[in-house]
C-alpha cells in the first residue's frame, strides 16, 4: 500500500497527517516526523510506501483550526485493532466538542463501566490523532490524564473546542 503524508503549521506546531490511498487517515500527530507518525502504527499497518503529498484531512484540520470544531468529524480513518478498541475508537468519535468525557464514562459507554484501564489505553493507543478525538477524555477529578503529544496540545485543544461552543 502506498500512503500520503503531509505536515502542516497549527498553533499548537507542526501536524502530521498520514493518510492511505482512499485518503482514510492512519496516524497523526503534533511533529514534523514522520517516523514518529509511522511508529504509531503495528508494524503490520504500516505501509511498504509513503510519499509526501496533500491530504483531504488537511483541510478539515485547518477547518478545526478555523474555528470549525466539528470539521474533523467526517474524516475517514482506518483503524486496526481489536473489538473493544475499535468500539472505542468508534465511541470516542461521539464525544460532543466543548464536552469531554471522562474515562469512567468512555468505560461506560462501552457497556463495561469497571474497564477504565482498557478505556485509558484506547486513548493512548489511539493513532489518528484529532480526527479519533481521544483529547477529550479526562480523569474523573477533571485533571487532564496523559495524551501522546503532550499536555499542553491537549489543553489548547480543549479551551479552542470550549471557547467555541
Known amino acids: 500500500m502506498t500512503a500520503l503524508i503531509q505536515t502542516i503549521d497549527t498553533p499548537d506546531g507542526a501536524f502530521t497527517i498520514l493518510a492511505d490511498d482512499r485518503q482514510r487517515v ?3 500527530g503534533w511533529t514534523a516526523d514522520e517516523e514518529e507518525i509511522l511508529g504509531r502504527l503495528s508494524a503490520a499497518a504500516r505501509p511498504a510506501d509513503v510519499r509526501e503529498a ?19 468529524d467526517s474524516v475517514a480513518v482506518r483503524q486496526t485493532g481489536t473489538a473493544l478498541q475499535l468500539a472505542g475508537w468508534a ?18 459507554r462501552l457497556e463495561n463501566p469497571r474497564a477504565v484501564r482498557a478505556a ?6 489511539n493513532a489518528p490523532a484529532l480526527f479519533v ?13 496523559g495524551f501522546a503529544w503532550g499536555l499542553p496540545v491537549k489543553e489548547s485543544l480543549l479551551a479552542r473546542e470550549r471557547s467555541a461552543r
Open 26 to 28: 492512519l496516524a497523526s
Open 54 to 72: 496533500e491530504t483531504d484531512a488537511a483541510a478539515a484540520a485547518r477547518a478545526y483550526y478555523a474555528g470549525d470544531v466539528s470539521a474533523i
Open 91 to 108: 465511541a470516542l468519535r461521539t464525544i460532543t466538542p466543548g464536552e469531554p468525557l471522562t474515562y469512567t464514562g468512555l468505560a461506560a
Open 120 to 125: 485509558a489505553s484506547i486513548c493512548a493507543r
Open 133 to 145: 478525538p481521544c483529547h477529550r477524555v479526562l480523569r474523573t477529578d477533571g485533571s487532564l490524564g
